[in-house]
């Protein structure tokens, strides 16, 4: 909906720090200056839809960005929709990106016996904000000999 070519492009999610959702988009190609964006999202079934408290904005104080802090993402069920302000119109996003940054692994223990030439190795899974399956994770690890 709304005029040709004023829907917002490229809309990224991206999640830091377990609780941290940076999401930016584009301006659409033919956006006036006067156009405005607003994000709206809903983290699952059961919250309400939350409008974004923390914009980031372009030098004509456009929209062009959010940032949401304590962040669940409950069964991939994300959804999210951005209004916009020229003549009325609501734009709906078709297509979005969300990906999450993990942190390294949580307690790191090595263990190395001399006499068999060994190590082994333990830790945790990170911590994240919608994934509770540690199979879920695939781990590479580098030794190097110094």
Known sequence: AGMNGTAIENFVCVIFNVSFMNCT??????????TQYFLYWKPSKKEDITECQNYIKDDCGRHTGCQFQNVTIYNKYAR???????????????DYIIVEKLNPPLNVSVNCTEASHRCS?????????????????????VIENK
């Not at 020229?86 to 734009?91: A, H, K, L, T, W």
């Not at 333990?122 to 879920?136: A, Y």
């Open 25 to 34: 988009w584009h301006v659409g190609r033919t956006a006036t200056e006067d």
């Open 80 to 94: 999210f929709l951005v209004n916009g302000s020229r003549s009325g119109q609501n734009i709906h996003i078709s």
């Open 121 to 141: 190795i333990w830790w945790q899974p990170p911590r994240t904000s919608h994934v509770d399956l540690s199979s879920c994770f695939k781990y590479e690890i």
